[in-house]
């Protein structure tokens, strides 16, 4: 009996001792007891950020969301309080060593998160700021670009904001401002123009931007002005330029041209060129390999770099509003 009774005991104890091994799921903190899975899911590796979008209580409201590189562990990072298409912009960008998105927020605010992959390999932000807030209100002061620059040591953002000079008429200035907040720096200011978008040279000593007359029928046009001075170094006519964007390292500048991606070879001369692939909103991978856009409908693609031999476009994902940023 004895013996039996030991044997029972024993059996209900090994029995207690894996359940409370278990994983729970439907725990709200997780499992507790983390057993080694072959098959446990890779921790994120955020490389991409972009615009998403989450519905709650039947309202949908933009986020900022990262992935990886390859369209993967899709995250979003930051919900806006207000609903509605356009009030985050479409353009996030990424700070120099990765570890913070920048947006603009209801066209007038510049707001900024850090990103960091938590214990369970899942992308998380915090320490949510504000960068800058426009209290201009009365002129239709209107933030349209925004970019990081390249180096952590210049510490700055540059953005584009649209005005109305009186009459119908509207004017643009590129300004710098510290990635800390404070006052914003006029760089260029383009009288009777609207400006787009805006990106730093690779020693963030020139910014480039895109824009176009304000005047019926518009004329459009790619911009290299010096950083600090303000002095135009580079004006081309374009039939239609949007988004613009360096490469990481040497004088390339991608942009798309009336739906074709194009590049420009900033200080050789050799002016624009095709790479013949229809798509918007080009961003260059951390190593200039490859360039990835809006290839159609919102689906995210991507294609060896410029100059080389390679034409085959990748699909990497399909998103609400298509626009991704690479990390620097």
């Known amino acids: 009996m004895k013996t039996r009774l030991s044997v029972l005991f024993g059996t209900l104890g090994i029995s207690i001792l894996l359940a409370s091994c278990a994983q729970n799921p439907s725990s709200p903190d997780g499992p507790q007891n983390i057993l080694p899975l072959s098959t446990s899911t890779p921790a994120a590796n955020p490389a991409l950020t972009y615009v998403g979008e989450v519905t ?42 990765g570890s913070s998105v920048a947006w603009i927020e209801n066209n007038d605010t510049i707001k900024a998160i850090d990103v960091s992959v938590n214990t369970h390999g899942v992308p998380v932000g915090s320490n949510l700021r504000t960068i800058y807030a426009t209290t201009a209100g009365s002129n ?36 710098t401002i510290s990635q800390s907040g404070g006052t914003p720096t006029s760089v260029i200011t383009e009288s009777q123009n609207l400006c787009y978008s805006v990106s730093w040279s690779p020693d963030d000593s020139k910014i480039a931007f895109s824009g176009h007359t304000a005047s019926a029928p518009a004329a459009w046009y790619l911009r290299v002005a010096d950083a600090s001075s303000g002095s135009l170094l580079e004006a081309d006519s374009l039939p239609q330029v949007n988004n613009v964007e360096w490469e990481r390292s040497g004088s390339t500048i991608s ?58 476009v990748t699909t990497v994902s399909s998103l609400r509003n298509g626009a991704v940023k690479s990390k620097r």
Not at 71 to 86: A, K, L, M
Not at 146 to 168: D, R
């Open 255 to 312: 942009f798309d041209n009336a739906g074709v991606i194009y590049y420009l070879d900033y200080g050789s001369g050799n002016g624009e060129y095709t790479q013949s692939v229809a798509g918007t909103n080009p961003t260059w991978s951390p190593d200039d390999a490859n360039v990835m856009f809006v290839k159609s409908s919102n689906v995210i693609g991507e294609i060896a770099a410029f100059g080389s031999t390679v034409s085959t």
């Open 140 to 175: 239709n002061f209107v933030i349209h670009g925004l970019a990081w620059c390249s180096n952590s040591s210049t510490g700055e953002i540059a953005f584009v904001a649209s005005y109305s000079t009186g009459g119908g008429t509207g004017a643009s200035t590129v300004y």
């Open 56 to 97: 709650i209580r039947r309202t949908t409201y933009p986020t900022i969301a990262v992935m990886n590189a390859d369209g993967s562990n899709q995250t979003n990072i930051y919900t806006s309080p207000t609903s509605g298409n356009f009030s985050l912009g479409v353009s996030p960008c990424w700070s120099p060593n």
